[in-house]
Structures are given as structure tokens and as C-alpha cells.
């Protein structure tokens, strides 16, 4: 879990505390998302005036990016900003993947009312990479332990796991983030609530008597204290790697994506067959499928990212995209359908849902009407209304109001 911040910490009395001249310490972290496990050493105030933050360029930098997320500077934020700084490797791979990454966080975190800048989150807690896996079993790139990512919508199955898409995923991750601000008023008490949960920013508000995160950080479990002094050392850095010699390096797959709903069973090693790719570049586009085979369904088309297709690899995909389901997995040569319908090609966000009407915020059901019928009539999955009001049967009681937007703000009537 937070692979990057996990680094950090285990390194940061070796390398930073040195680094600023003080005695070194014996400090190790231990962390796991929801079963928090820590031995930590006591919190350390570098010995440097106040003067030298208030006048810091680092300051300075930081209060020229800040938008919306307040992004204040202290020893706290030194430490991780002198940490990332040196591991000039590891960093200029990250900014190569935010390339990829970036651009689907801030179309979604704009359609939900949540700061563009909260993406670089994603860096601590899995360094942009969809297949990671905490010992505690969080999972994907903004690393949902299943109960959270079923709370939020996202599905877990034998042939998928929705917390790997970095799409579903970040729908989630920005509808969470909404849910605690809304509950806090303070991004930073909504970043922490995002490490520790909202029960312990509540408990850490109540012993502290304050709203404000350093003010309730000695309240706050160990890794929490450090996760968000992180996040505002990963926001600098991701602005100003250029100042510390950190170099963008290229990521090892499409920067040119194409993106296909899918209503059969297909195998992955069919499609990069088709368009000559390989297939591990594939998997890394279609993180979430376990089997590394499209579950769709005429009822659940599911979407497949596939690096631009040149022209002349349009029959082969054409092909194997119409293949039935079961030559489509178990032929190692595609096969040709007889009556295929054309390939089409769509933006990856907005395949998120199947078109349909835009459905309201909420939904009172009338008399007659299925939960089936309603997610028809809006265009959306039976499992994501039953997820989003905590539903565990598909049941529709007449009078009962919906939660049908995963944004609003949840309903306690």
C-alpha cells in the first residue's frame, strides 16, 4: 500500500534527517490500509529557525502552484520534498506515467467537483501503477480495500477487478474524497480521511478541538501524519522536477489510445494478435481483467483500450472483436464472423456508463417499476445502484429514493 510513501518513510531518518545535519534515529514504518500496524519513532522539529520556512523558496514554489488543496510548508514537507528529490529515477518514471494517467484523473475529478490537483494522491499511494497490491490486500492505482470499493461502486469478480481500472477507480477515489469534504469542509482533512478513514479524522477533530489538519495531527494515526505532508511534497516535485534534475522518462506503452466497447467474451491474446502488439502492453492498457479476457455482455458492454489502430489492422480486429464467445477465447487464430457488426471507437471516459438519459441525483421509485427497469431508463449498472444505497437485494420498494449519481451528496431520507 502507498508504495512511494512507504519508501519514503522507511528512508527518511537515514537520507533527510542527515541530510539536515540532526542525529540520526532508528525509524521504520510498518503501514496497511485499514489494519494500521506502526512502529514509528517520535515526531523530531528540525533544528532550524522558523525564518528559514517562512522565507523558503520551497515555500515560495509551493505558494505559486496552490489552488484549491492548501498546500502549506514545514520541516514535515522538507523531509519528504529532500526524499523524492534525491531518487531522481524513480520520479522521472512516475512523471512519464502521469502522462498517461493525468489526463483521465483530471477530466473525471472536474466533472465531480474535486480539485485537478488531488491526482498526484495516486503517486503516494501506488506510484501511477494499477496493478499494485498492499500486504492487506489494496488494490489499483488509488488502492481501495474491497469493502470501500464496494461501498463506491466498483465491481470484483472471477473475470474483473474494477479497483485496476484507473478510469472506474478514480470515479470512486473522487466520489470518497467528495463524501469527506462535504463531511469536513477541508481538502487536506478529506486527503486524510482518504489514508485513515473518516472515524479517526473524526476522533483525532474531537481531541483536538480544531478543523484544521496540523492541528490534529499528532491525533492522527502515524502513517496518516506522514500521508499528507507526502502529498504536498509529491505535488511540488511534480511542478518542479525540472529545478532538481529529475528527467521525465518515457513509459512502456501507447501514449495513442483507441478505446472499443465490447458485448462478447474476447481474449486479449486474440486482440494483440489482431493488431500485432504485444501482449503485455495490452494487459498494462486493461489493467482490470484478471483472466486478461473482456467479460461483455450485450446487457454490460465493457470497455477495451487498445493502442491506435492503424488502418490496415481494422479487418483483424473487426474479426476477432465479432468471433463468438467461445472461439474468441479458446481459438488461437481469430475467426471470421458472418454477420459482424462495425468496430467503433469512443473516448475511454465517457464509456463509463452506456449512453442513455442522464440520470438525477436521486430517484424515487413508483409503483410497477424494477431496479432493472430503472437502470435501463438511465443507463446504468443494477450493481452500481445497489452498491451506491447500500442495497443487498434487488428488491424496489415503492416511495424509496435512489441514489443515482455517485457524486451527490448521500441521502438520509
Known sequence: MKRLLIFAACLLSLQIVKAHSLPATDSSLRVARGNYSQKISQDTALALPLGIYSTSIFKLRLDSIQKDVQLDYNEYVQNYIDLYTRHKEEMGRVMGLSKYYFPIYEKIFREAGIPVEIKYLSIVESKLDPNAVSRVGATGPWQFMATTAKMYGLNMDSYVDERRDPIQASYAAAAYLKDAYQEFGDWLLAIASYNCGKSNVERAVEKAGAMDFWSIRQYLPPETRNYVPAYIA????????????????????????????????IALSNVARALNVDLTDLALLNPSYKRQIVNGTTALPRRLVIPYAEKRNYNALYDVLNNTPTSAVLQPEPQIAPAARAVSFVDPVSTIKPAGTKPPDYYTIKEGETLENIAADYGLDIREIKAWNHLQSNKAIVGKKLKLNPFAKISRG
Not at 234 to 251: D, E, L, P, R
Open 234 to 265: 509529491v505535488s511540488y516535485v511534480m511542478n518542479y522536477a525540472g529545478k532538481h534534475n529529475i528527467i521525465t522518462q518515457n513509459w512502456n506503452f501507447s501514449a495513442r489510445t483507441d478505446t472499443v466497447m465490447v458485448d462478447k467474451f
